[in-house]
């Protein structure tokens, strides 16, 4: 192979290497945090208020250790972790811990929050000393609230989901009531509760029958509606349920995910347009991958599998344009891809799991990923997902143009000599 036509065909091909593995750029927000700092993509970990100022929700170990009771650590074994909250004024580039939300001694984590248009920012969380309970702070005039239990009764809550409107909060969980119709004597529901400020209201059951409905995901659109999603058994799989409440009710539920196979780790978003986008794990044999929907019309869209095998964790965001942004882990690398008029390549942002996203204007995703032997909490825009892509093909049309100027300057060449 002549000398210039090997570097040409090198030069292109480290181009489009170079090119084809975007990293985005993220600011480390918290460390150290817990492996699972993040986990639970149904939650909404990031918050922007009115003012501007981002919140993000976390576990990560706490100072004083403590001994847990739950079913969910071995009883009178040592526990670290903590519920914090952190806070940036910068759009992201800095970041404060302000404060530990959940009590001294006793584990904690699976927190999320959400921010109100009065500049109040709502937190929940599960606090393990048995069972598992929900608990709840507000911050309002620049103070956190003492922590306060929000679950009924003795049984299990957990998995919270916030959504802000503009005359309540809402709180979403799943729970363990006693059922005498099932075969253990309950089985898990989706219950909900609001707050008019007035104080919260009795739980209202969201999902129907007996079957286990698990980890429901919340959000609220313009109009004031509020939609939730969660996985509930079916007959012989988990099904992606949805359901709507109007102020007074909620209405029926119905399945959105295929009947073959298992859908879990449902996410959600809802666009200025009021349309509804929905992700979920949806398992093949023994394989996740992560499946999309939208609805728009009263109707569903066809599901589609955005990820390679072995997707997991997915979340979804909409931003101020309508950009959909679907964002996922994968064998421990952060995967994205943007919906703009149709699905664009798939893009890696950086090593972690656990991604949890900010929809809005300017979007911004966090994730957990390993560092210096422990875990720590980075934020970035959530534009690199898109702006990846635009650096893909922009490398590969600049290899092109190099590659025809090259093979012209040789052409010419050889006709010289």
Not at 210 to 229: I, K
Request: glycine share 12%.
């Amino acid at each position: 192979m002549p000398r210039t036509l090997f570097l040409l065909v090198a030069g292109t091909a480290i181009l489009l290497i170079s090119a084809a593995r975007p990293v985005a750029e993220v600011t480390v927000a918290v460390s150290p945090a817990m492996s699972n700092a993040t986990e639970d993509n149904g939650q909404h970990k990031l918050a922007r208020a009115p003012d501007g100022s981002l919140y993000l929700v976390y576990s990560a170990p706490s100072s004083e250790g403590g001994v847990a009771s739950s079913s969910k650590y071995a009883p009178g074994s040592p526990v670290a972790e903590a519920v914090f909250v952190a806070r940036s004024d910068d759009g992201g580039g800095t970041w404060t811990v302000e404060t530990r939300l959940s009590r001294e001694g006793v584990a904690a984590r699976l927190a999320a929050v959400a921010a109100g248009p009065d500049g109040k920012v709502h937190a929940a969380w599960v606090d393990f000393e048995d069972v598992g309970h929900v608990w709840y702070a507000v911050r309002e005039n620049g103070v956190w609230s003492p922590g306060e239990k929000v679950s009924p009764g003795p049984f299990y809550a957990g998995f919270p989901a916030l959504a802000v409107s503009d005359d309540a909060v809402h709180l979403l969980w799943y729970a363990a009531p006693p059922d005498p119709d099932t075969r253990h004597g309950s089985a898990y529901k989706i219950e909900h509760i609001f707050n008019r400020g007035d104080g919260w209201t009795d739980p209202v059951l969201v999902s129907t029958n007996s079957r286990d409905a698990l980890n429901p995901a919340v959000v609220r659109d313009r109009s004031g509606v509020v939609h939730t999603a969660w996985y509930q058994l079916g007959e012989n799989t988990y099904l992606t349920h949805y359901a709507t409440w109007d102020g007074r009710e909620w209405a029926v539920p119905r399945p959105v995910s295929p009947l073959e196979g298992n859908a879990t780790g449902v996410a959600m978003d809802v666009g200025a347009d009021g349309v509804v986008h929905l992700v979920w794990e949806q398992v093949t044999g023994d394989t996740p991958g992560v499946s999309y929907s939208r609805l728009a019309g009263g109707s569903w869209s066809e599901p589609e599998i955005l990820s390679a095998p072995g997707g997991t964790d997915p979340v979804v965001a909409v931003d101020g344009g309508g950009r959909v942004f679907t964002v996922w882990s994968r064998v421990g690398v952060i995967e994205a891809r943007v919906w703009e008029g149709g699905w664009g390549q798939l893009t890696e942002l950086g090593a972690g799991a656990h991604p949890v996203p900010l929809p809005g204007d300017e979007p911004l995703v966090a994730w957990t990923r390993p560092a210096g032997g422990g875990h720590e909490i980075v934020v970035g825009p959530l534009e690199a997902a898109d702006g990846a892509g635009s650096a893909i093909a922009i490398g590969a049309i600049v290899a092109a143009i190099l590659a025809v100027v090259l093979t012209i300057a040789l052409v010419w060449r050889r006709r010289r000599a």
